[in-house]
């Protein structure tokens, strides 16, 4: 990924939390990432990490329409997804899927706490306020059905390293960075 881009979502991400009142930390811990496929505006994610506890973790995230954190899975971490400002669309698998499609098997998940009947791979929308809970092993992927989209994301361990498995093998969890500008900021994985 281009520092270019990485300075550029920077901005755009910060713009908008600032836009919609959410005050981030001092020395804020920012991860922006194509996930290695080298199409942010397609397939990206901007995250600033709150806390990184050994028990539990916090995010805020900031997605553009049309841009998919693609399908993946953790082995170990229980998260939920919340869609802060704007909305947020999410399909999810119970098991890994042969591909990211649909199909006629329901499978319990909780939004807003409440047991739901979602079915395998369609559209499960978030409006802002609302959360899904994702158990270990659920697998899901997400993107803004809204201009931009605020998301938290409040789990147990998060571990970035080991704890993602995509379904698309090409997938790496963080970008490698070509260095085409001066850098506006330092990520998590520098
Ligand atoms: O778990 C999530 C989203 O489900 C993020 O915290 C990861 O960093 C994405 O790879």
Redesign the pocket.
């Known amino acids: 990924m281009k520092r270019s881009e990485i300075n550029r979502a920077f901005h755009e991400a910060s713009d908008c939390f600032a836009k919609q009142g959410w005050a981030l930390p001092p020395r804020p811990r920012w991860d922006i990432t194509d996930f290695g496929l080298g199409d942010f505006r397609r397939c990206g994610?901007t995250?600033v990490n709150l806390a990184t506890e050994p028990e539990y973790c916090e995010?805020l995230m900031y997605a553009r329409r049309g841009q998919i954190?693609p399908c993946?899975a953790?082995q170990k971490?229980k998260?939920d997804?919340i869609c802060r400002v704007g909305e947020l669309s999410l399909r999810l698998w119970p098991t890994k899927p042969a591909s990211a499609g649909e199909s006629t098997e329901t499978f319990p998940v909780r939004v807003d706490g409440e047991v739901y009947a979602a079915t395998a791979g369609k559209l499960l929308v978030l409006f802002a306020g609302s959360r899904v809970t994702l158990p270990p092993g659920l697998w899901?992927e997400f993107f803004p059905t809204s201009e931009e989209c605020i998301i938290g994301?409040v789990s147990t361990a998060?571990d970035?390293l080991r704890d993602?498995f995509f379904l698309d093998a090409e997938i790496g969890?963080f970008s490698t960075i070509e260095e085409d500008a001066p850098a506006h900021v330092r990520l998590v994985s520098e």
Do not use: A, P, S
């Open positions: 994610l995250l995010k954190t993946h953790h971490k998260e997804i899901h994301e998060n970035d993602n969890r």
